[in-house]
């Protein structure tokens, strides 16, 4: 991956996997936290790595140490009732049908299938920055469920 695409994400001076690893160590899990998120595990560095380094194993460590500290610092607090919230809405069939329709309805219209300028909801907070760089896709003008019943009409004309 590291390859392919350069190490331009990397916010310090050590970049590839090895930065994945160093810059949490001297900067803190918390300050870049997606850092150790962004490797496959594949294994390819540590198969090639010179002095036998296993990175991917640092890497479940790092992941595991983010985890903790945003645990410690509270912030899974809201990640995790949403987590429930879904949970609850995708065990009851008929209120995730009800809100799937609902969705739908309240999508944002792309003309051309982009979504150049995201939701009010999107330009704000953790996901300002990551929506600034990027054109979202349009989302589907109707909930897969509401396609399913319009198709299976269709068949049985």
């Known amino acids: 991956m590291y390859r392919k695409i350069g190490g331009h994400n990397y916010p ?37 790595c010179p002095v036998k380094i296993d990175i991917p194993r640092l890497l479940l460590d ?20 949403a987590f429930r919230a879904f949970a609850w809405i995708a065990s009851h069939p008929r209120v995730y049908a009800r809100l799937g329709a609902f969705a739908a309805l309240l999508a944002p219209r792309g003309g051309d299938g982009w979504l150049r300028r995201p939701p009010f ?20 003008q109707q909930s897969f469920r509401q396609y399913w019943r319009k198709r299976m009409k269709e068949r049985a004309i």
């Open 12 to 48: 310090w001076v050590y970049s590839g996997p090895i930065g994945a690893i160093i810059t949490p160590q001297f900067h803190g899990v918390l300050r870049d936290p997606w850092l150790p998120y962004a490797s496959s595990l594949c294994g390819a560095c540590a198969e090639v």
């Open 62 to 81: 790092l992941r595991s140490d983010v985890v903790q500290a945003r645990r410690n610092k509270g912030s899974t607090r809201v990640e995790r009732t």
């Open 121 to 140: 909801f999107l330009r704000f907070g953790v996901l300002r920055k990551w929506t600034s760089q990027r054109d979202l896709p349009a989302p589907a």
